[in-house]
């Protein structure tokens, strides 16, 4: 959830939680499928990679994805997320291994 007017004018943004801290439900939790999940095991790296892809999305596409309420106030559902267009981070299974291309 966010307001367009932030400090910055992002409604959104996506926070790698390393603490791997419960997180309140005003957020929106992300959790890897298993091809995801490979490659970051096997590549810690791309962490900051993916991090860095997720918060290049504009947020015209994330605010044109989700639902505007009263006051303003920008709300993205995980359903309403999945139709986002992500771009700059692939991911492929090849032979077994996850190859990826950034």
């Given at each position: 959830?966010?307001?367009?007017?932030?400090?910055?004018?992002?409604?959104?943004?996506?926070?790698?939680?390393?603490?791997?801290?419960?997180?309140?439900?005003?957020?929106?939790?992300l959790?890897?499928k298993?091809?995801?999940?490979?490659?970051?095991?096997?590549s810690p790296s791309?962490?900051?990679?993916?991090?860095?892809?997720?918060?290049?999305?504009?947020?015209?596409?994330?605010?044109?994805?989700?639902?505007?309420?009263?006051?303003g106030?920008?709300?993205?559902?995980?359903?309403e997320?999945?139709?986002?267009?992500?771009?700059?981070?692939?991911?492929h299974?090849?032979?077994?291994r996850?190859?990826v291309?950034?």
């Open positions: 959830m966010g307001r367009k007017e932030r400090k910055h004018g992002e409604p959104f943004r996506f926070i790698l939680n390393r603490s791997r801290a419960v997180v309140p439900n005003v957020y929106l939790m959790y890897p298993p091809i995801l999940a490979h490659a970051l095991q096997d791309l962490h900051a990679d993916l991090l860095r892809v997720l918060n290049s999305i504009t947020p015209e596409s994330l605010i044109a994805g989700g639902r505007v309420y009263g006051g106030l920008h709300k993205l559902e995980p359903n997320l999945a139709g986002v267009r992500l771009t700059g981070l692939i991911l299974r090849e032979e077994g996850v190859e291309a950034r």
